[in-house]
């Protein structure tokens, strides 16, 4: 079982829906990121947190220590946002294997 | 304040042969790591670097080396190529912090190709 689990794999959406992607850690942590991958391969950091919740913009954020578990969540889904995203851990740092969004207009 | 940039972004090399790709780290950055990213999967970590002096590395053989700089720019060497080296390499950099650890930044990545 891998280290850092997300789910879904693959999510295709309408433009305008309410996205979840989740992800399950099994290792002890002091912060999860949450980054985006452009194709051509580019990663631009989203949030990185070790409690609570963050929000930016359309993005939110969420993390529950105690279960082991983040979400990201995206309101008004846009094309755009069509990317993979991809949780990692710290301090040793694994990531998980992403999800790939894909919003149709 | 300049951002992460990694040369060359592109490269094709044969099988037995040797790579060296380049990483210069964000301003005011002194960590910085290197992963590697096959084709559909995420990143896995190769090693970093803190004040040139490896300190963490992932599960990959000793082909895979590498240095920092004193101005905290970094080199990811290949030795002995192998087809299953072909994935694209991404470099982070990420300030020190006390008591925990900074945001990553990324590069573009490098991709390799070995045939």
């Known amino acids: 079982k891998n280290e850092v689990e997300q789910s879904p794999q693959n999510l295709t959406a309408q433009e305008g829906e309410f996205i979840t992607i989740n992800c399950s850690y099994s290792v002890g942590i002091s912060a999860l990121h949450w980054l985006q991958q452009h194709p051509g391969g580019g990663i631009v950091s989203l949030f990185m947190l070790s409690s609570g919740k963050k929000k930016h913009g359309r993005l939110i954020a969420t993390i529950n220590i105690q279960e082991k578990h983040s979400s990201l969540h995206i309101t008004a889904s846009h094309p755009r946002d069509s990317a993979v995203y991809i949780c990692?851990?710290?301090?040793?740092?694994?990531f998980g294997k992403g999800t790939r969004l894909h919003i149709l207009p | 304040e300049t951002g992460v940039t990694q040369s060359p972004t592109h490269l094709i090399k044969t099988r037995g042969q040797q790579v060296t790709l380049r990483c210069s780290s964000q301003s005011g950055h002194n960590t910085v790591s290197w992963y590697q990213q096959a084709l559909g999967q995420g990143p896995q970590f190769i090693f970093q670097y803190y004040r040139e002096e490896e300190n963490g590395r992932g599960n990959f053989p000793p082909r895979f080396s590498g240095l920092q700089f004193p101005n905290y720019s970094s080199e990811l060497n290949v030795n002995a190529l192998e087809l299953d080296d072909s994935a694209l390499y991404l470099c982070?950099?990420?300030?020190?912090?006390?008591?925990?650890?900074?945001?990553?930044?990324f590069g573009e990545g490098s991709r390799l190709t070995v045939l």
């Open positions: 990692a851990v710290y301090d040793k740092i694994i």
């Open positions: 982070a950099s990420r300030p020190r912090l006390a008591g925990g650890s900074g945001e990553l930044f």
